[in-house]
């Protein structure tokens, strides 16, 4: 059988959570499994963070639904709030928290009765200009909210960081300062710090933090790698040798002919490709972990596999073991090279790859 597997260590994501604690002391934590966890199994992860974290965010309502058919019972929040007003039945009926971003959601609650209470966050643009309201505008907001019955009282704040993985961008200094002054004179509780803020933007704690890629082991900062933090890789992308092949001087290897050998050696011949999710556009040089060492990509990824340099004198065989990123080799050192980030690595492994989970044990 091939062997092309992700092997999940639930105890690595404990143990990253409990540092996240540590280093946001005296903050809730909101972990964030929208898109299937990152890529690690939405399910599988918010059932290992359970006893620790207080809080799920999901991006969408069918994300919550599957939590809640899991009979997991924390609270989750929509990060996107409700995409139209029947949205509103499944929030009241599996006890869901909402952000408010733009206007027509806080009309849909207006038009929309029940006799539960809706916990709602504001979302407030301080500079991102992505979703949320204008800073200006929130004590038309608040006084707007406060007139609709179904409401949980008071309402919870909350923002983004747009640069924060840039600890040398002053940009999240004036966000934080900026959302800071809009909001000082409300007494709720706040959010604002996701990874990359947890991090660099002590200020910004609040009530609430916000870990995505943390919690998976993966540092959010340009230049760093997660054992800075203490923080451990979570999923480990693996396969084995398929074959070897002797390659001469001057010979090249994959489609479109993009690496030519510059001495005689032996090529290793990798089963993943970019049908497992490895990015096709990996350029030459990207490091894969092999016996102990980094050994080069070298040609165009495939489909189904892919190849690298073992050397001439190389004493790798078939079945050997590879690692593409891992406790071996960080995500962050793999990425650049296919000039893309960690999310989009660990979101786009495939489903025809073979998902193991180990250390289940739910001890924090």
């Given at each position: 059988?091939?062997?092309?597997?992700?092997?999940?260590?639930?105890?690595?994501?404990?143990?990253?959570?409990?540092?996240?604690?540590?280093?946001?002391?005296?903050?809730?934590?909101?972990?964030?499994?929208?898109?299937?966890?990152?890529?690690?199994?939405?399910?599988?992860?918010?059932?290992a963070l359970t006893d620790g974290a207080d809080m799920f965010a999901v991006a969408t309502v069918q994300e919550a639904l599957s939590l809640r058919k899991a009979e997991i019972k924390t609270p989750i929040l929509l990060?996107?709030?409700?995409?139209?007003?029947?949205?509103?039945?499944?929030?009241?009926?599996?006890?869901?928290?909402?952000?408010?971003?733009?206007?027509?959601?806080?009309?849909?609650?207006?038009?929309?009765?029940?006799?539960?209470?809706?916990?709602v966050w504001v979302k407030l643009d301080s500079g991102m200009n992505r979703l949320g309201f204008a800073?200006?505008?929130?004590?038309?907001?608040?006084?707007?909210?406060?007139?609709?019955?179904?409401?949980?009282?008071?309402?919870?704040?909350?923002?983004h960081f747009a640069s924060a993985d840039d600890p040398e961008d002053e940009f999240s200094s004036t966000q934080l300062?900026?959302?800071?002054?809009?909001?000082?004179?409300?007494?709720?509780?706040?959010?604002?710090?996701?990874s990359?803020?947890?991090?660099?933007?002590?200020?910004?704690?609040?009530d609430w933090v916000r870990p995505g890629l943390l919690l998976y082991g993966c540092s959010p900062l340009v230049g760093s790698e997660a054992s800075d933090y203490d923080l451990k890789p979570v999923m480990s992308l693996e396969s084995q040798v398929l074959?070897?092949?002797?390659?001469?001087?001057?010979?090249?290897?994959?489609?479109?002919?993009?690496?030519?050998?510059?001495?005689?050696?032996?090529?290793?011949?990798?089963?993943?490709?970019?049908?497992?999710?490895?990015?096709?556009?990996?350029?030459?040089s990207t490091p894969v972990w092999l016996n102990g060492r980094i050994v080069p990509l070298v040609g165009?990824?495939?489909?189904?596999?892919?190849?690298?340099?073992?050397g001439p004198d190389c004493q790798d065989a078939v079945g050997d073991r590879v690692v593409l990123w891992g406790k071996e080799l960080p995500a962050e050192s793999v990425a650049p090279f296919a000039d893309t980030i960690p999310y989009t690595l660990f979101c786009g492994v495939t489903r025809r790859v073979r998902f193991y989970y180990k250390n289940k044990s739910n001890e924090m």
């Open positions: 059988m091939r062997s092309t597997k992700a092997i999940i260590d639930l105890a690595a994501l404990r143990h990253n959570l409990n540092t996240i604690k540590t280093i946001a002391n005296g903050s809730r934590v909101m972990a964030v499994v929208k898109a299937d966890a990152y890529g690690h199994g939405l399910v599988q992860v918010a059932k990060l996107e709030g409700i995409f139209n007003a029947k949205d509103l039945e499944l929030v009241v009926e599996h006890d869901l928290q909402v952000v408010l971003h733009h206007w027509p959601q806080i009309e849909a609650l207006q038009n929309f009765n029940t006799d539960k209470k809706i916990q800073l200006q505008d929130l004590a038309l907001i608040e006084s707007t909210l406060s007139k609709i019955p179904s409401l949980a009282n008071p309402i919870r704040l909350m923002s300062e900026a959302f800071d002054q809009a909001t000082k004179n409300i007494t709720t509780e706040k959010s604002m710090a996701n990359a803020g947890i991090l660099t933007q002590k200020g910004a704690h609040y074959a070897i092949k002797p390659i001469k001087k001057g010979e090249s290897t994959g489609y479109g002919r993009h690496w030519f050998a510059d001495r005689d050696t032996n090529l290793g011949l990798v089963a993943i490709g970019y049908g497992d999710g490895y990015p096709r556009h990996a350029r030459n165009r990824v495939s489909m189904d596999m892919m190849a690298v340099d073992l």
